[in-house]
C-alpha cells in the first residue's frame, strides 16, 4: 500500500497498521513554530539515545522556514542528526524497517514519510566458534546481526574491490542476504549464477543459512555438500581472496562459501597459523582418519565372512571362539554396536555440555564392557568399532557422511567380501568424480587430478612459494 494523503490520513494508516502490536510505540511531537510531527518505534528494537538526541530534541528545536512539498527534504538534510534517512511511502517497506529497528517519522505537510536508522538492538558478543575452534589465530566468530557480520569482512578486506548485493528473501520474514564477492577475483559467471539463483528463491520464510543452501543448489541431493559453511570471518575472507563467493544471512551466524570442493573438509583454519609442515601431516592424517572410519568395520566384516585365510591361524581360531560365544553374526553385531556409538554420540550432542560429553564417554565405556561380558559382542568386534568411531571425530566435516558411507560399505562386503567393498568404494570414487559445485569439479585441487592449483591441496606449501590465492578458480593476484 502506498501513502499518497496527508499527515492526518497518514497516520490514521499506520495506527491501524500498528494497533495489535504492543511493542510498537508512538509520539507526537512539534517544532517550534508548531509544526506536528509523529515519530514510531519498536520496544526494545532502537537505541532510545539515537531517538532522544538524533531526533526528537532537532525536531523540537527546529525553528525554520518550511518549504510547500520539500518538507521531508528539509528535515532529512537539515534536522536529523543521524547517518541512516530515506524517504519513503510503501507502508509495507515502512512495517518491515519498524521490525527491524528502524524509526518512522511523518511531518505535517508532507506525503510521504522518513526511515531513521537508529537500531539498537542486543546481540551476543563475539566469540570463537565451538565447532571451528583453533589454538592459534583470531578467537571471533561471526554472530546473528549480518551488519556486524559485514564489517567483520570489510576489517580484513579493507578494498573497494569487496561488493556486497543484498537481497530480501522470504515473503514473511523479509530477511536481508548479502551476496559478497571480490571484483576482479570471483569469476563474472559464478557471481551472475549465483545472482540469479537468489533471485529466483521463492519461500515465505528463510530462517537459517541452510533454506539457502538447499535452493541455490538444485542438484540432486547427495551426501557430499556443495556449498561451504563457516562461522569465522578469517575464513570467509580467504574464500573471497580465493575467488569465491560468500553469502551472509541476517539471523544466521554462518557464511556460505561457493564452491566447495571436497579437499576442503580435510583443512582447517589452523593450518594457515602453523608452519606448513605440521598442515601437511594435519590434513593427511585427517584424510586417513576418513578412510579409516569408513574402512575399518567393513573390512573386519568381509575378512571373517569370505577371506578367512588372510588371518593367521592363531588369530582366527580366537576370533572364531569369540564368534561362538555370541547369539549374533559378526554383521549384526557391528550393526547393533555401530549404531549404539553413534546413539550415544547423538544423545551427547543433544544433552548439556555440563553432563554431555560425560555421558558420551562413559556411556561407551559401560556399554562396551557390559556386552562383552553378557556375549553380546566380542571384543574384537568393540575394539574394530570403537577404531572406526575415533578415527571417524577426526574427520568432523564429514561425520554425517561417514556413518551412511560405512553402513553402504559394510552392505557390500557383507554381499561379496573384500570384492564388494572394492566395488563400493569405486562407486562412491565415481559419483564424487562426476560431481560438480557450480561449475568447479568436486574433485579439484585432489594430488591426482589435473585441474586446478595444488599449492594449497592436501599439501600446503609456505606461504613465499604460493603463486596465487585462489586453488582453482581465482585468476589474479588482487591489487
Not at 11 to 19: A, G, H, P, Q, W
Not at 208 to 225: H, Q, W
Not at 446 to 473: C, W
Request: proline share 4%; charged share 20%; hydrophobic share 45%.
Amino acid at each position: 500500500m502506498k501513502l499518497n494523503g496527508g499527515y492526518e490520513e497518514n497516520t490514521l494508516i499506520m495506527d491501524r497498521l500498528f494497533r495489535n502490536n504492543p511493542t510498537v510505540k508512538s509520539r507526537e511531537i512539534r517544532t517550534v513554530s508548531g509544526i506536528r510531527c509523529r515519530i514510531y518505534f519498536g520496544d526494545g528494537l532502537v537505541a532510545t539515545n539515537l531517538i532522544r538526541d538524533g531526533i526528537i530534541a532537532p525536531v523540537m528545536g527546529f525553528d525554520g522556514k518550511m518549504i510547500q512539498g520539500r518538507e521531508l527534504d528539509i528535515f532529512a538534510l537539515s534536522v536529523i542528526q543521524l547517518p541512516e534517512v530515506q524517504k519513503s511511502s510503501d507502508t509495507v517497506e515502512m512495517e518491515a524497517a519498524v521490525a527491524y529497528g528502524d524509526a518512522l517519522l511523518f511531518v505535517e505537510g508532507a506525503q510521504e514519510g522518513l526511515i531513521i536508522g537508529c537500531k539498537g538492538f542486543s546481540f551476543r558478543s563475539l566469540q570463537e566458534p565451538e565447532e571451528e575452534k583453533v589454538s592459534q589465530g583470531p578467537r571471533e566468530g561471526f554472530v546473528e546481526p549480518v551488519m556486524i557480520n559485514i564489517s567483520m569482512l570489510k576489517r580484513r578486506l579493507r578494498t573497494s574491490r569487496l561488493k556486497i548485493e543484498v537481497f530480501s528473501l522470504g515473503g514473511s520474514t523479509r530477511t536481508t542476504c548479502c551476496l559478497c564477492y571480490l571484483e576482479g577475483t570471483a569469476p563474472e559467471d559464478l557471481v551472475s549464477l549465483m545472482r540469479q539463483r537468489i533471485s529466483k528463491i521463492r519461500i515465505d520464510g528463510v530462517l537459517s543459512s541452510n533454506y539457502v543452501c538447499e535452493m541455490i543448489d538444485p542438484s540432486i541431493p547427495g551426501l557430499f555438500r556443495r556449498v561451504g559453511t563457516t562461522a569465522r570471518p578469517d575464513v570467509a575472507s580467504a574464500a573471497l581472496l580465493e575467488g569465491r563467493v560468500a553469502i551472509l544471512l541476517d539471523g544466521c551466524p554462518q557464511a556460505l562459501t561457493a564452491p566447495f570442493v571436497f579437499i576442503e573438509n580435510f583443512q582447517s583454519p589452523e593450518d594457515y597459523y602453523v608452519p606448513y609442515h605440521q598442515a601437511v601431516f594435519a590434513r593427511a592424517l585427517r584424510l586417513f582418519a576418513f578412510f579409516a572410519a569408513i574402512s575399518l568395520v567393513p573390512v573386519y566384516i568381509a575378512v571373517l565372512s569370505y577371506h578367512p585365510g588372510t588371518l593367521s591361524t592363531k588369530m582366527m581360531i580366537n576370533i572364531a571362539m569369540m564368534q561362538e560365544a555370541t547369539p549374533f553374526s559378526a554383521v549384526g553385531q557391528a550393526l547393533l554396536f555401530l549404531l549404539s556409538f553413534d546413539l550415544l554420540r547423538e544423545a551427547g550432542l543433544r544433552t548439556p555440555s555440563s553432563i554431555g560429553q560425560s555421558l558420551s564417554i562413559v556411556g561407551a565405556l559401560i556399554l562396551g564392557q557390559s556386552a562383552v561380558e553378557a556375549n553380546i559382542v566380542s571384543p574384537s568386534m568393540v575394539i574394530i568399532v570403537a577404531l572406526s568411531g575415533v578415527t571417524g571425530l577426526a574427520a568432523s566435516k564429514l561425520k554425517n557422511q561417514i556413518i551412511i558411507l560405512r553402513l553402504i560399505l559394510l552392505l557390500f562386503s557383507q554381499l561379496a567380501g573384500l570384492w564388494g567393498f572394492v566395488m563400493g568404494l569405486s562407486l562412491i570414487t565415481g559419483r564424487l568424480a562426476v560431481m560438480e559445485s557450480f561449475g568447479v569439479d568436486y574433485l579439484s585441487s585432489m594430488p591426482f587430478i589435473s585441474q586446478g592449483s595444488h599449492e594449497d591441496s592436501l599439501m600446503r606449501k609456505p606461504f613465499s612459494f604460493m603463486k596465487k590465492y585462489g586453488r582453482f578458480i581465482s585468476k589474479r593476484r588482487g591489487g
